[in-house]
């Protein structure tokens, strides 16, 4: 059984270029959620989502940032016009659907520099 | 507002010895806690949890101690290895429309010498 897969795992855009990460649960999960680390420093929530559905953007910046997770297909975390203040790892994790509390299983993470 | 803290930013341990990091949380809402292992380079990997109807948690190696009257969390580690050195987070989850968003703490850093 096949973990959370994250890709590209190392990204490096310009500023102004836009960024796209992307994150395909484990298998049976349909719980997505997506953190941010700066260096040295905790995970930061950024949005939780269910097929087709965001349950939670809390932690998102309110612009250049958005998220999806289609029917089809992995959830996408999109960085419009990035600053070096995007740098950052992104991580995503997925749980399964069922109710209740569950842990949260992580990917490897997505790099992301900006020159 | 939310915060989780921990006391120890740093922790180094003899191979053998047993480790303890702690962590205190703030939102007395929260009612479920997981600790994480982190290596360099990777994502962050589940070590165990506990839910708020308990106090004590055991796994391979690993106790999770929960005290929800000061609002405090313990990782003991027995017999620590080389292959823990990691930073380990707490995490809390609160109930309700906080669901499924975990809050994590700074971090300890374990370094465990051979």
């Known amino acids: 059984n096949a973990g959370v897969m994250q890709n590209p795992r190392h990204l490096v855009r310009r500023r102004g270029q836009e960024a796209r990460l992307r994150c395909s649960p484990m298998k049976g999960h349909s719980h997505v959620y997506w953190y941010r680390q700066l260096p040295e420093e905790g995970l930061k929530f950024m949005v939780y989502l269910q097929k087709e559905n965001i349950i939670d953007e809390s932690g998102m910046p309110k612009e250049r940032f958005s998220a999806e997770f289609p029917k089809e297909g992995p959830s996408i975390l999109r960085i419009q016009q990035v600053v070096r203040g995007d740098s950052a790892a992104y991580f995503c994790?997925?749980?399964?659907?069922?109710?209740?509390?569950?842990?949260?299983?992580f990917g490897p993470g997505t790099r992301l520099t900006v020159t | 507002g939310e915060s989780v803290g921990l006391h120890l930013p740093t922790l180094s341990v003899q191979e053998g010895d047993n480790s303890i990091i702690n962590c205190a949380y703030s939102n007395s809402a929260s009612d479920y806690f997981i600790w994480y292992k982190q290596e360099s380079g990777k994502g962050p990997q589940f070590i165990i949890d506990?839910?708020?109807?308990?106090d004590k948690r055991q796994g391979q190696r690993v106790t999770v101690l929960l005290n929800k009257t000061v609002k405090h969390l313990s990782l003991q580690i027995a017999a620590t290895q080389p292959g823990d050195s990691a930073v380990y987070f707490c995490?809390?989850?609160?109930?309700?429309?906080?669901?499924?968003?975990?809050?994590f703490g700074q971090g300890t850093i374990l370094t465990v010498h051979p």
């Open positions: 995490t809390t989850v609160a109930g309700g429309t906080s669901y499924g968003k975990l809050t």
């Open positions: 506990i839910r708020s109807n308990m």
């Open positions: 994790a997925s749980s399964p659907a069922t109710g209740g509390l569950f842990e949260q299983y």
